[in-house]
């Protein structure tokens, strides 16, 4: 049997070096760990390369004593079989570098390309990974973006776009959960005992692009504050400081109940799992063609009650409600607050079994990731 050795591109360069500020960056670790699980590959490496030259990683990924490998992308090139675009993006010189030794390249996805390059087109913004003449042997493609961004990719790539499964692992959250509980001793997780009629709910949407906005949440929650206010002790908003000042967003909120009665508050960018095991009893989000969010995992995670709009969670993870219908989402909020602590049990079970199916050694997932690894030798 035919063994790979696989590459991974890896930015140990960027502006803000938190794993947290990023899902891109958990995701490829994740990947990392999946193939080093599968028996199909010889050896993986994260390769990088940028002004630094840097093979290690900075303090804040918190990626210490986890059995990495990094290498600047020269010293590896040649003995790759397989070199995936991960977070940096592969140049049209790497790519023949690859193919001189009949080397494949593959582009992992893992972000909607289409929607941020719209927005990037029709709003004047800084482009974002903009297309440089190279062409893959394959687009890898996680289900979320598939709807949206399979034709984008497979015409201006030139090869199949093929979904593979999302996968994630509680390894970041359990480092943060660590930290908490030596340094704090503060515990992580939701507790059903907690008797106050009142609930804490917090969103955590980034409000960086039209796919994970909180404007959705805010919505639910003023419907439900104006239906049951006492079941309603507040609201935090993560990801909105910085826009308090945005006129749009300043006009909305600021005719909302929530706002007058002191309820809601904008708050900055937190690791989800600290913000969670100090303040929250709820999490609430919407998204937009992005349903497998890792935010989602972290609550789940925790056993809190975690109400969605996405189609692609199987049916009884979570609460759902439909899509952009916020009337629907006050209803299953209140019915959250009021009854789920008595099946709180149930909930946790089947939010573990559906994060098990998520591990990056788990033998279904390393089973589709091989398969797209000999279909590219095929």
């Given at each position: 049997m035919r063994k790979y050795k696989v590459g991974i591109t890896f930015n140990l360069e960027p502006k803000i070096t938190d794993i947290w500020s990023n899902g891109a960056n958990q995701n490829i670790i994740h990947l990392f760990t999946l193939f080093e699980h599968s028996n199909l590959v010889e050896d993986v490496v994260l390769v990088s390369w940028g002004p630094e030259k840097r093979t290690t990683p900075p303090e804040g990924f918190m990626l210490d004593n986890l059995g990495l490998k990094f290498a600047?992308?020269?010293?590896?090139?040649?003995?790759?079989?397989?070199?995936?675009?991960?977070?940096?993006?592969?140049?049209?010189?790497?790519?023949?570098?690859?193919?001189?030794?009949?080397?494949?390249?593959?582009?992992?996805?893992?972000?909607n390309d289409f929607i941020m390059d719209m927005e990037y087109f029709i709003f004047e913004k800084p482009a974002g990974r903009t297309f440089n003449g190279v062409t893959f042997d394959a687009i890898w493609m996680i289900p979320q973006h598939e709807n949206t961004c399979r034709s984008y990719f497979s015409i201006m790539y030139c090869c199949e776009s093929r979904v593979v499964p999302a996968?994630?692992?509680?390894?970041?959250?359990?480092?943060?959960?660590?930290?908490?509980?030596e340094q704090?001793?503060?515990?992580?997780?939701?507790?059903?005992?907690?008797?106050?009629?009142?609930?804490?709910?917090?969103?955590?949407?980034?409000?960086?692009?039209?796919?994970?906005?909180?404007?959705?949440?805010?919505?639910?929650?003023?419907?439900a504050y104006r239906t049951e206010p006492e079941k309603i002790k507040h609201y935090?908003?993560?990801?909105?400081?910085?826009?308090?000042?945005?006129?749009?967003?300043?006009?909305?909120?600021?005719?909302?109940?929530?706002?007058?009665?002191?309820?809601?508050?904008?708050e900055d960018r937190y690791q989800m799992p600290d913000f969670l095991t100090r303040y929250v009893d709820v999490v609430l989000s919407h998204q937009w063609e992005n349903g497998l969010n890792y935010a989602y995992n972290d609550a789940?995670?925790?056993?809190?009650?975690?109400i969605h709009n996405s189609k692609l969670?199987?049916?009884?993870?979570?609460?759902?409600?439909?899509?952009?219908?916020?009337?629907?989402?006050?209803?299953?909020?209140?019915?959250?607050?009021?009854?789920?602590?008595?099946n709180h049990a149930d909930y946790v079970k089947r939010a573990n079994e559906y994060l098990d199916s998520l591990l990056p050694?788990?033998?279904?997932?390393?089973y589709h990731y091989e398969k797209e690894l000999k279909r590219l030798f095929e």
């Amino acid at each position: 049997m035919r063994k790979y050795k696989v590459g991974i591109t890896f930015n140990l360069e960027p502006k803000i070096t938190d794993i947290w500020s990023n899902g891109a960056n958990q995701n490829i670790i994740h990947l990392f760990t999946l193939f080093e699980h599968s028996n199909l590959v010889e050896d993986v490496v994260l390769v990088s390369w940028g002004p630094e030259k840097r093979t290690t990683p900075p303090e804040g990924f918190m990626l210490d004593n986890l059995g990495l490998k990094f290498a600047y992308i020269d010293d590896v090139i040649d003995e790759l079989d397989v070199l995936i675009e991960g977070t940096l993006t592969i140049e049209p010189h790497q790519k023949e570098r690859m193919h001189a030794h009949n080397g494949k390249v593959v582009c992992y996805k893992i972000g909607n390309d289409f929607i941020m390059d719209m927005e990037y087109f029709i709003f004047e913004k800084p482009a974002g990974r903009t297309f440089n003449g190279v062409t893959f042997d394959a687009i890898w493609m996680i289900p979320q973006h598939e709807n949206t961004c399979r034709s984008y990719f497979s015409i201006m790539y030139c090869c199949e776009s093929r979904v593979v499964p999302a996968i994630w692992s509680p390894l970041f959250c359990d480092k943060v959960i660590k930290r908490l509980k030596e340094q704090h001793n503060l515990e992580f997780g939701y507790r059903p005992e907690r008797r106050e009629k009142g609930k804490r709910i917090a969103s955590f949407e980034p409000n960086i692009n039209v796919v994970k906005t909180s404007f959705i949440p805010i919505l639910i929650v003023e419907q439900a504050y104006r239906t049951e206010p006492e079941k309603i002790k507040h609201y935090y908003a993560c990801n909105t400081y910085d826009k308090k000042d945005n006129p749009t967003f300043f006009n909305f909120i600021g005719r909302t109940q929530i706002v007058k009665d002191n309820v809601m508050t904008v708050e900055d960018r937190y690791q989800m799992p600290d913000f969670l095991t100090r303040y929250v009893d709820v999490v609430l989000s919407h998204q937009w063609e992005n349903g497998l969010n890792y935010a989602y995992n972290d609550a789940l995670y925790g056993g809190y009650p975690f109400i969605h709009n996405s189609k692609l969670l199987p049916k009884g993870i979570g609460y759902y409600y439909d899509q952009f219908d916020a009337f629907e989402g006050a209803k299953v909020l209140l019915e959250v607050i009021e009854h789920h602590d008595r099946n709180h049990a149930d909930y946790v079970k089947r939010a573990n079994e559906y994060l098990d199916s998520l591990l990056p050694d788990n033998p279904v997932n390393i089973y589709h990731y091989e398969k797209e690894l000999k279909r590219l030798f095929e």
